[in-house]
Nanobody, 125 residues
Framework: QVQLVESGGGLVQAGGSLRLSCGAS????????MGWFRQVPGKEREFVAV????????FYAEFVQGRFTISRDNDASTVYLQMNNLKPEDTAVYYC??????????????????WGQGAQVTVSS
């Protein structure tokens, strides 16, 4: 079983930055693809970014390209999401997730096996 715990959410003004962290309690962290998703009330949870286990390849949703950066520290079993130039429309609960696939990556939340509890990010205008 994998437990994921997010931290680093909060309130920030538009144009500001936040960094989310997600710690995993698993010895095989370096074999997991790690993703970030977000959700606002009344909407489906949407893909934000993913980083692969094999070569730390990254892929982003178009609406965060150039503003968000996903990274991982395998020694610390932690994945990060650096969010810059935040906009009010980035307000959401952000979730980290783990995918056990061996090849490639997925942007589909249905393919992720483990989820954190979520971290609230609020961007004021």
């Amino acid at each position: 079983q994998v437990q994921l715990v997010e931290s680093g959410g909060g309130l920030v003004q538009a144009g500001g930055s936040l960094r989310l962290s997600c710690g995993a309690s698993v010895r095989t962290f370096n074999g997991l693809n790690m993703g970030w998703f977000r959700q606002v009330p009344g909407k489906e949870r949407e893909f934000v970014a993913v980083i692969t286990w094999f070569n730390s390849r990254t892929f982003y949703a178009e609406f965060v390209q150039g503003r968000f950066t996903i990274s991982r520290d395998n020694d610390a079993s932690t994945v990060y999401l650096q969010m810059n130039n935040l906009k009010p429309e980035d307000t959401a609960v952000y979730y980290c997730a783990a995918d056990r696939r061996d090849i490639g990556y997925s942007t589909n939340r249905a393919n992720y096996d483990y989820w954190g509890q979520g971290a609230q990010v609020t961007v004021s205008s």
